[in-house]
């Protein structure tokens, strides 16, 4: 309902499973949700082997290739483990559950806003030496909200394929997409902390759209070799083989079944890189060493990089060894980028930014590590230019920048030699506060108007998303009520730009009422009374009174022209027993609108009053208690001392029937806890 609970897939569909026995669930059931991704946010504490739940999601993948299983490595990253061959290794080998050993799923740790990883996220490697996590991803809770992340990203290169394919894309070909365009962090290449680096959805999706991937099957001892041209004047090429293994048995020292291996050749043979493999002896000084390149016997993921290639034609090779299967379908995706390459992340065209928050503005770029810039920021869209910072370092790829408290549009610019990179034009403004003033016949919303802006888009629920239906120079608006559409949200408008949008709310849900929001009569100081009377809105209000209730309702407080919203009154003549008193609001047009009656009970210090007296016959006999002290009784005698009715006092006011009594004279006796009885003579007409 706000502005930062989007999300990643927004307008995806969703259901739920029970992890009870943390199993996959069946074919059928994925098949009839037609899902693409299942988001596992959830740990069963720290294993370190390939069990009987490991082996049903590897299973589960190979019965759905394109079934991408999600899981949170956890957040046990402060845990040393006791079991398994890391046993007593610090801090590693910590991820929470043996379902997420699985070989053909994605374990996800936390990272945060300034490209910290948390002590608690969880570490790798998995039992078997693998690398795990697989990606870090963007928490603020822990890695359940990171694994969230990946899996809205994974539903967003499926959109993506589905656009120009038939069908889904393969799980292999989207963890391959994920992982080789994830940034690099921690130690260069892959480690156990972060495994491949952290999320970047929009170079997985340029990926993906530049069709820079592939996918084919080999049989045993066999090689394929897929041709790659690199530019000349390129910072990096990037490659990921992925494949979906089989099933490995419950309890075994070595998860991988099916053995591939990725390597690139260069121009005329001249040299070949093999993947990056990490060293999984287990202690600490081991698994904190960089990885090296060699042949990969463990995982099911490899992936090589060289650093400033040289231009020319190259190849991709792929070769299999001896498979317990006839046959390993695989993915590749690959990365070439440019030196002194570009791009804006954050803010972009569609982004909404809040005035007056700080933030990371981001940018992907390709310059030598020690190039800074000047960035310059513009609050009118490009005209005028302030300086930031003279000396960013363009390799940090964001900078922590405070939006001024306005409404306008906004530019950046990076200026580094004799390259200049603009940002989009994008939108800044405050969040409005969205009210709702009466739900009568009609319905009136407003909001407040800041820097006295001139232009507002209302938005309403219809279907699965709000829609624009009006735009407005007003702050406020008098709607008829639709029939299953009171979902309603406001935003500046500004030169057609994204702007934030406030709190969509149901105006049924906000207590608004009919123009009196609220009408309370309260007793303070047990002797004068507090009447507040509150007005949702003051639209087409001509008066307002307070009312007292004597032989009839009559002005205790009138108030005209009504200017503010919140009244109250004080009542220092207060009746002994009941004082009543209603609210009356008369709108311009001459209707009166009233509240309930409110009752404020008045004892005058006496612990018992009995009115009124004489009652009429069939009208109750009121009550009033100074101070109920629970298990008192009220009995009521006849004048001849007949016993007529017993009643329990467990509230300041008893009501006591009288319509079988009769007329003439009675007796109301209050017998305490402690003996004390008091005698109420009454009359009966």
């Known amino acids: 309902s706000f502005y930062t609970g989007k999300g990643v897939a927004y307008k995806s569909h969703y259901a739920s499973s029970s992890f009870d026995t943390a199993l996959p669930d069946t074919v059928t059931y994925y098949n009839q949700l037609q899902a693409a991704v299942q988001n596992h946010s959830y740990g069963i504490g720290v294993q370190n082997y390939y069990g009987i739940n490991a082996g ?38 910590n991820i929470t559950g043996n379902l997420k050993m699985a070989k053909n799923a994605l374990a996800i740790g936390a990272i945060d806003s300034t490209g910290n990883i948390p ?101 045993s001892n066999a090689q394929t070799d897929f041709d790659l041209v690199i530019p000349a004047n390129s910072k990096q090429v990037k490659i990921t083989l992925v494949w979906n293994d089989t099933a490995a048995m419950p309890g ?73 299967t006839a046959t390993q379908a695989f993915a590749v995706a690959y990365q070439v980028d440019a030196l002194d390459s570009f791009t804006w992340l954050y803010p972009t065209g569609s982004d909404a930014v809040a005035s007056g928050q700080r933030q990371f503005i981001r940018w992907s770029s390709f310059f030598p590590a020690s190039a800074t810039g000047k960035l310059e920021f513009s609050k009118d869209g490009g005209t005028n230019w302030q300086i930031v910072n003279t000396s960013v370092l363009m390799s940090d790829q964001k900078f922590n920048f405070t939006f001024p408290d306005t409404i306008t549009t906004a530019q950046f610019r990076i200026t580094t030699g004799n390259n200049v990179f603009s940002s989009d ?34 938005y309403f629920l219809n279907g699965d998303s709000l829609q624009p239906v009006l735009q407005t120079g007003n702050n406020e608006i008098i709607l008829s009520p639709g ?62 009174a307070i009312q007292k209730w004597g032989n009839a309702f009559s002005d205790v407080l009138v108030q005209s022209p009504v200017t503010l919203s ?13 004082n009543r008193y209603r609210a009356v609001v008369e ?14 009970y008045y004892s005058n210090s006496k612990p018992y009053i009995v009115f009124p007296n004489p009652v009429a016959l069939g009208q109750p006999l009121q009550l009033l208690v100074q101070d109920v002290i629970g298990n008192a009784e009220a009995v009521i005698y006849s004048a001849q ?28 006796v209050i017998s305490e806890r402690d003996g004390t009885k008091r005698k109420y003579p009454f009359t009966v007409q």
Request: a neutral charge; charged letters at 15%; glycine letters at 8%.
């Open 483 to 544: 029939a299953g559409k009171p979902y309603y949200a406001v935003s500046p408008v500004i030169s057609g730009k994204n702007t934030l949008k406030s709190y969509a709310l149901n105006y049924n849900t906000q207590g608004a009422g009919c123009y009196i929001k609220s009408f309370l009569a309260d007793l303070v100081n047990n002797n004068e009374g507090s009447i507040k009377l509150e007005l949702g809105s003051l639209y087409n209000v001509r008066k307002i």
């Open 56 to 93: 049903a999601f590897d299973v589960s993948v190979n019965r759905l290739p394109h079934l991408v299983h999600v899981f949170s490595s956890g957040n046990s990253g402060n845990i040393t483990n006791a079991s398994g061959p890391y046993s007593g290794v610090t801090r590693f080998a």
């Open 425 to 458: 034009v994008f939108a800044v403004s405050p969040p409005l506060n969205l009210k709702v003033g009466f739900v009568c016949d009609s319905v009136l919303l407003y909001w407040n108007k800041p820097y006295n802006h001139s232009l507002f888009q209302l």
């Open 252 to 324: 075994a020292t070595k998860a991988l079944i099916n053995d591939l291996d990725l390597e690139l050749v260069g121009p005329a043979a001249a040299e070949t890189w093999l993947p990056w493999v990490l060293n999984p002896a287990p202690h600490v000084d081991s698994l904190q060493q960089i990885a090296k390149r060699k042949k990969d016997t463990l995982n099911n993921v490899e992936q090589v990089t060289v650093d400033d290639p040289q231009g020319g034609n190259y190849i991709i090779r792929i070769r299999s060894n001896t498979l317990q």
């Open 119 to 219: 002590l608690l996220s969880s570490r790798g490697p998995a039992y078997d030496g693998r690398i795990k996590p697989d990606l870090v991803a963007f928490a603020e809770d822990g890695t359940s909200g990171s694994a969230a992340l990946v899996s809205g990203a994974t539903l967003l290169l499926q959109q993506l394929y589905r656009q120009t394919n038939t069908g889904n894309a393969g799980s292999d070909l989207i963890r391959a997409l994920l992982i080789n365009s994830a940034d690099d962090i921690e130690n260069a290449g892959p480690d156990y902390t972060a495994g491949f680096g952290n999320l970047n959805v929009y170079h997985a999706l340029q990926t993906l759209q530049q069709k820079n991937y592939f996918n084919a099957v080999l049989s």
């Open 566 to 578: 919140l009244f109250e009154y004080k009542d220092l003549l207060l009746q002994q027993g009941l």
């Open 641 to 668: 001392g007949k016993l007529l009715g017993v009643f329990v006092i467990n509230d300041r006011v008893l009501s006591i029937p009288t319509y079988r009594l009769g007329t003439g004279l009675f007796f109301l």
């Open 587 to 600: 709108l311009q047009n001459g209707s009166l609108l009233y509240s309930d009656i409110e009752t404020i």
